[in-house]
């Protein structure tokens, strides 16, 4: 197989080959994140990704999902992807199930109609890094989208009836801007559908622009008790039906939730998560964290 570089796969996907198409992240500029700071953009050559599948094909000919992974790699255009997924097909032809994950504006460069080729062909998930539906707070985190832009192409993608995963990304507004990231946030996630919202907690990592900034007083983290308050918040004023993940969030394990049905239940977990939290331990988990 021609894995390069960092790997990562969705770890809430039923377990399933990994087909690696590109390299790398697009934007490359997030302050909070260097998972992919010294991999230079790249796409797999076609040569590459037939001769994985062929090996795919010799230990799992019957598998009928694919996780097609690198930071990013729904940023490719319709054309190629339309070719992967023929590519795909001639070697599991059981597949039925391929996902990814994908930035927004990677949704941009495709048409309703061909994103419901791609749904047609297998390509019936995306994983979306949203973090954030506050304008300020993904202007601060170098985002490179609005909220407007996340309405707008997941629209699309609802439209072509692609499944969608959006992430909230607990505490990286800081004490700033922590109430209008949670409650924007909320806002539009809730004009979208998405069949599940992840929350996971910010962690300052070494080498990251948004540490520099908190080491310069110039961003302000929140504490473990206030990152709760914040998630709290956010699931206050959410509304859409979705399933709940809470990676990251040792302390209100909210994962595999169905919501708003089990809002008032998930609100009272919040609550007691947030009155009872041992601070020093769970500042002590965090600082143990090493990568996203």
Same mark, same amino acid.
């Given at each position: %197989?021609h894995?390069?570089?960092? +790997?990562?796969?969705? &770890?809430?996907?039923?377990?399933s080959?990994l087909?690696?198409?590109t390299?790398? =992240?697009t934007?490359?500029?997030?302050k909070?994140?260097? %998972?992919?700071k010294?991999?230079? /953009?790249r796409?797999?050559?076609?040569?590459w $990704?037939?001769?994985?599948?062929q090996?795919? *094909?010799?230990?799992?000919?019957?598998t009928?999902?694919l996780?097609?992974?690198?930071a990013?790699?729904f940023? %490719?255009?319709?054309?190629?992807?339309?070719?992967?997924?023929?590519m795909?097909? @001639?070697?599991l032809?059981?597949? #039925?199930?391929?996902?990814?994950?994908?930035?927004v504006?990677?949704v941009?460069?495709?048409t309703?109609?061909?994103?419901?080729?791609?749904?047609?062909k297998g390509?019936?998930?995306?994983?979306?890094?949203v973090?954030s539906g506050?304008?300020?707070?993904?202007?601060?985190?170098?985002?490179?989208?609005?909220?407007?832009d996340?309405?707008?192409?997941?629209?699309?993608?609802?439209?072509?009836g $692609?499944r969608?995963?959006?992430?909230?990304?607990?505490g990286?507004?800081?004490?700033?801007?922590?109430?209008?990231h *949670?409650?924007n946030? #909320? @806002?539009?996630?809730?004009?979208?559908?998405?069949?599940?919202?992840?929350?996971?907690?910010?962690?300052? /990592?070494?080498?990251? &622009?948004?540490?520099?900034e908190?080491?310069?007083g110039?961003?302000t983290?929140?504490?473990?008790?206030?990152? +709760?308050?914040?998630?709290k918040?956010f699931?206050?004023?959410?509304? =859409?039906? =979705?399933?709940?993940?809470?990676h990251?969030?040792v302390?209100a394990?909210?994962t595999g939730?169905?919501?708003p049905?089990n809002?008032?239940?998930?609100l009272?977990?919040?609550?007691?998560?947030?009155?009872? $939290?041992?601070?020093?331990?769970? #500042?002590?988990?965090?600082?143990?964290?090493?990568h996203?």
């Open positions: %197989m894995y390069t570089g960092t +790997l990562y796969r969705n &770890p809430y996907e039923p377990q080959p087909l690696e198409i390299q790398g =992240c934007h490359n500029k997030c909070f994140c260097t %998972m992919y010294d991999v230079p /953009f796409m797999s050559p076609l040569e $990704i037939e001769e994985d599948l090996e795919i *094909a010799m230990f799992d000919p019957g009928e999902r996780q097609l992974i690198g990013d790699p940023c %490719m255009e319709f054309k190629k992807l339309d070719i992967i997924c023929d795909v097909h @001639k070697y032809p059981k597949v #039925a199930v391929m996902t990814m994950a994908a930035r504006d990677n941009k460069n495709k309703v109609g061909q994103l419901k080729t791609l749904k047609e390509m019936v998930e995306v994983n979306l890094g973090e506050d304008d300020r707070t993904l202007d601060r985190i170098q985002k490179g989208y609005h909220a407007r996340i309405i707008e192409q997941c629209r699309k993608l609802d439209e072509a $692609i969608y995963w959006m992430t909230f990304l607990n990286v507004a800081g004490k700033e801007l922590s109430h209008e *949670a409650v946030s #909320a @806002k539009v996630f809730s004009e979208c559908h998405p069949v599940v919202v992840g929350t996971g907690g910010l962690t300052l /990592f070494p080498g990251t &622009p948004l540490l520099d908190a080491n310069r110039e961003f983290p929140l504490s473990e008790k206030e990152m +709760l308050i914040e998630q918040t699931l206050e004023n959410l509304t =859409c039906e =979705c399933t709940l993940i809470t990251h969030t302390t394990n909210l939730m169905s919501f049905e809002k008032e239940l998930i009272k977990k919040m609550q007691h998560a947030i009155d009872n $939290i041992d601070e020093e331990r769970m #500042a002590a988990v965090r600082n143990n964290k090493t996203l």
